[in-house]
């Protein structure tokens, strides 16, 4: 994540030029990696909603598609929202480490 009010200021800048959208510091989202059933006890939480194991990872990305977070330790049937009040992320933007910005996030957010 950019720390330095100019980094902050160029990623914003960067998305308000793509989408027209003020104080932008990222975009997160979800996305389920295929894994094979890890079986034993407790294997089944990694059976998502789509009918097969994963493991739900969440990441989070500058306009220029570069990555600056990502948490891939949660099973395939972990809600986004979960992972996301769970992550140092939340923890950052709501302690406004990034001054007034957003982070832009579909429903499941």
């Known amino acids: 994540m950019p720390n330095e009010a100019d980094e902050i200021i ?4 960067g998305f308000y030029r793509i989408c027209r959208f003020p ?4 975009c997160v989202d979800g996305t389920r990696i295929k894994i094979q059933s890890p079986g ?3 294997g089944e939480v990694f059976h998502n909603r789509k009918s097969y194991f994963s493991i739900n990872t969440q990441i989070a990305a500058e306009p220029d598609l570069r990555i600056f977070d990502i948490d891939a330790r949660w099973p395939g049937s972990t809600h986004d929202s ?9 923890t950052r933007i709501e302690g406004r480490q990034f001054q007034n910005a957003v982070l832009l996030g579909d429903s499941g957010y």
């Open 10 to 13: 160029r990623v914003q800048n």
């Open 23 to 26: 104080r932008v510091i990222g």
């Open 40 to 42: 034993a006890q407790g």
């Open 82 to 90: 979960t992972i996301f009040n769970a992550s140092h992320l939340r």
